[in-house]
T-cell receptor, first 112, second 118 residues
Framework: DAGITQSPRYKITETGRQVTLMCHQTWSHSYMFWYRQDLGHGLRLIYYSAAADITDKGEVPDGYVVSRSKTENFPLTLESATRSQTSVYFC???????????FGPGTRLTVL | AQKVTQAQTEISVVEKEDVTLDCVYETRDTTYYLFWYKQPPSGELVFLIRRNSFDEQNEISGRYSWNFQKSTSSFNFTITASQVVDSAVYFCALSDLIGSSNTGKLIFGQGTTLQVKP
């Protein structure tokens, strides 16, 4: 299906485990973003990417790693999950800077 | 530094009432973009509007209207004759040239939860 998808939609894991959240878009958008949503904080940027093999840190990058070997995929990895990383994670993409960002459906991650 | 403040955490209205959601932003840049997104109970984020800093014209789209005032650094959103389907969390967001390093990354406000009661 065309659009932006995230998997899994729900994930429960334990402290210390590595977790990878997947993001896939079919539009060939250059720009992709990972945000986390927490009550009282709105959405905060974790990492972003301007193109394949170009990534950079956002506001809250600690504990996360990203890669972008292909334009359409932008996985987010929690190297050693902590309870504070319990959150809803949104992936987004846009054609060019400052255009509308299209958001995926989100992944609800719980770290026990 | 860039910042977006939505001081209203929760608003509750009765259907058909008008409601205004406030958004105040901070940026040192002269070129920037402001956005509103809606997050209904189903959880997805729905784009509502984008406005650049050089266009201060107010905009109306059906029951929705936006008032952009650079003098007060505000970009307020009004829903006229609210409906139960308007119940959602609404986010205001900012993207500026310098702060975003020309990538368009968004700085979000904390969100305002709007409940429209029948």
């Amino acid at each position: 299906d065309a659009g932006i998808t995230q998997s899994p939609r729900y994930k429960i894991t334990e402290t210390g485990r590595q977790v990878t959240l997947m993001c896939h878009q079919t539009w060939s958008h250059s720009y992709m973003f990972w945000y986390r949503q927490d009550l009282g904080h709105g959405l905060r940027l974790i990492y972003y990417s301007a193109a394949a093999d170009i990534t950079d840190k956002g506001e809250v990058p600690d504990g996360y790693v990203v890669s972008r070997s292909k334009t359409e995929n932008f996985p987010l990895t929690l190297e050693s999950a902590t309870r504070s990383q319990t959150s809803v994670y949104f992936c987004a993409s846009s054609t060019i800077p400052y255009n509308e960002q299209f958001f995926g459906p989100g992944t609800r991650l719980t770290v026990l | 530094a860039q910042k977006v403040t939505q001081a209203q955490t929760e608003i509750s209205v009765v259907e058909k009432e008008d409601v205004t959601l406030d958004c105040v932003y901070e940026t040192r840049d002269t070129t920037y973009y402001l956005f509103w997104y809606k997050q209904p109970p189903s959880g997805e984020l729905v784009f509502l509007i984008r406005r650049n800093s050089f266009d201060e014209q107010n905009e109306i789209s059906g029951r929705y209207s936006w008032n952009f005032q650079k003098s007060t650094s505000s970009f307020n959103f009004t829903i006229t004759a609210s409906q139960v389907v308007d119940s959602a969390v609404y986010f205001c967001a900012l993207s500026d040239l310098i702060g975003s390093s020309n990538t368009g990354k968004l700085i979000f406000g904390q969100g305002t939860t709007l409940q429209v009661k029948p």
